[in-house]
């Protein structure tokens, strides 16, 4: 398997990296997790401004997490890109530069979240949603499959649509959590 992983890269002994991962400068990645075939960690911010760095903030990544294939994170152009612990990214999602998704949170498969967006705790992200740069899905938030999202989501609700509105609580979200309906 060729990988091409960064001198700077620190990877805990028990990362499993599938075959053809691309590993950038300042990434640090914690124990446990599992980043499969194809994906892209750490590589220059897809901002005008920032093609040609290195990205010097670059990224972080939490313990257990899993990152499919064909995944993409690109790292921070004010802060490193932050995956939190037990963070689910799915075949071919993607975290621009600057995101922070907290722990426990899935971004579904092809799922975008635009620069500086933040993804709560625990929160879902559905098939193919498309979350503009700068805005925040909330703790426990579920965002449906396909939505584009153009404001912030408040935490434990659900929301759909194009664009997105919230349509209620996320009762499935808060239950999974072990929370009080």
Do not use: K
């Amino acid at each position: 398997m060729s990988h091409h992983i960064h001198p700077s890269a620190q990877i805990a002994s028990d990362v499993h990296l599938g075959p053809f991962v691309m590993i950038g400068p300042n990434v640090r990645i914690g124990a446990g997790t599992r980043i499969e075939g194809f994906a892209s960690i750490g590589t220059p911010p897809e901002h005008s401004d920032h093609f040609h760095e290195e990205g010097s903030h670059g990224v972080r990544i939490g313990t257990d997490c899993v990152i499919r294939e064909f995944v993409t994170v690109n790292a921070g152009t004010h802060r490193p890109t932050t995956l939190g612990d037990g963070v689910a990214m799915l075949r071919g999602a993607h975290a621009g530069h600057d995101v922070i998704v907290e722990s426990g949170a899935t971004i579904s498969c092809s799922a975008l979240l635009g620069g500086h967006s933040w993804i709560g705790e625990g929160a879902n992200v559905g098939l193919g949603a498309a979350i503009r740069q700068y805005l925040c899905v909330g703790a426990y938030a579920m965002v449906g499959m396909n939505s584009t999202v153009t404001r912030d989501i408040p935490p434990f609700m659900t929301a759909y649509g194009s664009p997105a509105s919230v349509s209620g609580v996320n009762r499935i979200g808060l239950e999974r959590a072990g929370l009080d309906i």
